[in-house]
């Protein structure tokens, strides 16, 4: 599969001007990886046209990862459209859209989503998540143990009403912080799920373990 044609957004995009792409195989454009692993796949769209793909199960928009002359990776859109014949040469045309920017607003959200904004760890929803998961792990085997912790601040209310929101704020995070760091070390290479600190609302935190020795 080789480029026959490219535009000058195209250039803008990757890096390369159209003589540089022209003949090239369209690998260039992805990193190797990505290339094999949806090289098949691309090949299909060349014999099967947009009337055949809802049976055949492809898409005509795929995300996928490309490459940057300079070695730069980032998230594309590709818009296959009909393939088509030129003698003995099929033709397909792809539009590649450049898509960081969305990914990097849809990952904010999803963060936003999961997350309290003052002190950036985990919310109700989160939790929530995470705890069903850690359930389903502690009933499916006999030697799994986990624990749920919950702590709230003593006299914090006099602190906001006396002192004001800011500095209770302030607390708050610093509270965040020094739970954060009371964790095992051990676990802290899981960062995802593993042992995480809620904040419920107000000054509640429930801590969760979800891998402790059975005693």
Known sequence: ?????ANSATERIFGYSKRELLRQSIGVIFPKSQYQRYKERIAKYFTVDEDDREGSGLNNVIDVLAQKKTGEVFPVEVSLGNSSHVGVTSLLTCILRD????KKADRRLKYLAFHDRLTSLGNRDRFSQTLKGVLDDVGAGEDH????????LDGFKK???SLGHETGDSILKACA??????????????QFDFEEIFRLGGDEFTILLPYIQKL
């Open 1 to 5: 599969m080789r480029i026959k044609f």
């Open 99 to 102: 898509v960081s920017l969305r």
């Open 145 to 152: 143990r986990a624990a749920l912790l919950y702590l709230d």
């Open 159 to 161: 602190v906001n009403d």
């Open 177 to 190: 912080q020094r739970l954060s760091n009371s964790l095992r070390l051990g676990d802290q290479v899981y």
